[in-house]
């Protein structure tokens, strides 16, 4: 009778068969756990979960997210009310898979589900993308790594290569990005080329310049290869001066400029 006992399976399924049912099981719960966070109005509580400890999840991860795209992009929260705001954001979780599970790169996140899966709000507010891209440089100026390095502490910026910081993110809109707000909301007919260089500076307070068209095509050029008298030389050319020994103090200027702001860090 011993025997017999012994020989029966111990389990109605192998080992291995029960293993991969219990993992296939909790990977759907993890799912259906997931789902219910992300839409709890199309997406029913997993079975076996007390629906008041459900609402806690929910809350706590609607929240997270809402603090994070608000406080990374504040210029745009203020265009909207309470209720569109929320409803944005419900939309950007329900429809967009993020590639990251890093809190700080849900600025980024959101910034691709403008340019794909929430691209209707730009139907309302066509400036909306490069606002977004605006901000989302704001707020990776700040978490940057550190900058290149120069090997010349007293540049010469003719017959040396200006160095860009690494830091700093060189910009061009067709919308005034830097003056939208609650109060000015450009149209599609309001388009204004703007050019802006936003940076950090030695004591890591970050700040932001508007550029013409030839500065912003100046710091363009410099890419460590090219000295400043070449950049100055091609800008002169492409603008039919013959006069470029007038344009180089005004280039001087500009480069001190950038220098004290840290956008140039020197040069090699």
Not at 68 to 87: G, K, N
Not at 115 to 132: Q, T
Not at 153 to 179: G, R
Not at 250 to 265: G, P, R, V, Y
Request: charged share 25%.
């Amino acid at each position: 009778m011993v025997i017999l006992l012994f020989q029966q399976p111990l389990f109605k399924q192998q080992p291995t068969d029960l293993i991969m049912n219990t993992s296939s099981s909790l990977k759907q719960m993890q799912y259906e756990f997931a789902a219910n966070i992300r839409d709890p109005e199309q997406n029913d509580i997993p079975e076996g979960i007390e629906p008041r400890r459900m609402k806690i999840y929910q809350e706590l991860f609607f929240n997270n997210i809402e603090g994070f795209i608000s406080s990374a992009f504040p210029v745009i929260r203020t265009l909207f009310d309470e209720q569109q705001w929320h409803q944005i954001v419900r939309e950007f979780m329900v429809n967009h898979r993020c590639h990251s599970p890093v809190f700080a790169e849900i600025a980024i996140e959101f910034l691709d589900y403008l340019s794909g899966n929430g691209r209707h709000l730009l139907l309302k507010y066509p400036f909306m993308l490069e606002l977004a891209h605006y901000e989302w440089v704001e707020v990776a100026v700040v978490f940057a790594d550190e900058e290149n390095t120069v090997n010349s502490s007293e540049p010469d910026w003719l017959e040396e290569k200006p160095v860009v910081s690494s830091v700093s993110h060189i910009l061009a809109y067709d919308y005034p990005v830097h003056l939208i707000s609650k109060d000015f909301s450009p149209t599609e007919e309001e388009k204004q080329a703007t050019f802006l260089v936003v940076y950090r500076d030695k004591d890591d307070n970050i700040g932001f310049m508007e550029l013409n068209a030839v500065s912003y095509r100046l710091l363009s050029l410099i890419n460590g290869e090219l000295t400043g008298k070449v950049i100055i030389d091609t800008i002169a050319e492409e603008l039919h001066r013959d006069d470029v020994e007038n344009l180089y103090p005004m280039a001087l200027e500009l480069f001190d400029s950038f220098s004290q702001k840290n956008i140039l860090l020197g040069t090699v």
